[in-house]
């Protein structure tokens, strides 16, 4: 399996703050960068997909990729006790999909 | 997107036996795919269906263990053979789509196995 690195966490923020979520990728060949959140019980959900160096913006959700560093992150805004829940960090590699170990995110009402 | 609908949603099973999952796609699907989650863990790709052909096994998965079958666009099914309690996981359909979903993964609901 390709590798994908996560903080496994739990990462604690209040509700309101900014959550932070990191995922360093070993394959410098990897074109397509992919976010998804997974709440206890379910199958995961896309949120965000990054193909190209820089950030892209969704609502309060914003993701980062830097190709150089093998870096890719996500930005939650204002984050809600809603979005209590596992964040996957995934890779596309040759139209195959590989997953970090995933960040459990708590948000603190 | 498309809809994937797998069943059995879940069963509990006995060891030595096997067990088949059936996947079926609202939609014909480029690719389809087999991932196992085993319990507090991230997903790990088993293998890729491949239609009308053999699938593609990822590294420390094998045929004998979990054949795959993927006869046309929108169906597939995983088998899970000679079972043991190290199997105990839930086993996910996923599929990239056509046109605008075509490089986004999408899951199905899973099936969770039990093994006794």
């Known amino acids: 399996q390709k590798e994908v690195e996560q903080n496994s966490g739990p990462l604690s923020v209040p509700e309101g703050a900014i959550a932070s979520l990191n995922c360093t990728y070993s394959d410098r060949g990897s074109q397509s960068f992919f976010w998804y959140r997974q709440y206890s019980g379910k199958s995961p959900e896309l949120i965000m997909s990054?193909?190209?160096?820089g950030d892209k913006e969704d609502g309060r959700f914003t993701a980062q990729l830097n190709k150089a560093s093998q870096y890719v992150s996500l930005l939650i805004r204002d984050s809600q006790p809603s979005d209590s829940a596992t964040y996957l960090c995934?890779?596309?590699?040759?139209?195959?999909?590989?997953f970090g170990s995933g960040t459990k995110l708590n948000v603190k009402p | 997107s498309a809809v994937i609908s797998q069943k059995p949603s879940r069963d509990i099973c006995q060891r030595g036996t096997s067990l088949t999952i059936q996947c079926q796609v609202d939609s014909q699907v480029t690719m389809m795919f087999w991932y196992r989650q085993q319990p507090g863990q991230s997903l790990t790709l088993i293998a890729t269906a491949n239609q009308g052909s053999e699938a593609t096994y990822e590294s420390g998965f094998v045929i004998d263990k979990f054949p795959i079958s993927r006869p046309n666009l929108t169906f597939s099914t995983l088998t899970v053979s000679n079972m043991s309690p190290e199997d105990s996981s839930i086993y996910l359909c996923?599929?990239?789509?056509?046109?605008?979903?075509?490089?986004?993964?999408?899951f199905g609901a899973g099936s969770r196995l039990t093994v006794l």
């Open positions: 996923s599929v990239t789509g056509q046109g605008s979903g075509a490089n986004v993964l999408t």
């Open positions: 995934a890779f596309d590699n040759f139209n195959k999909f590989y």
């Open positions: 990054i193909y190209s160096n």
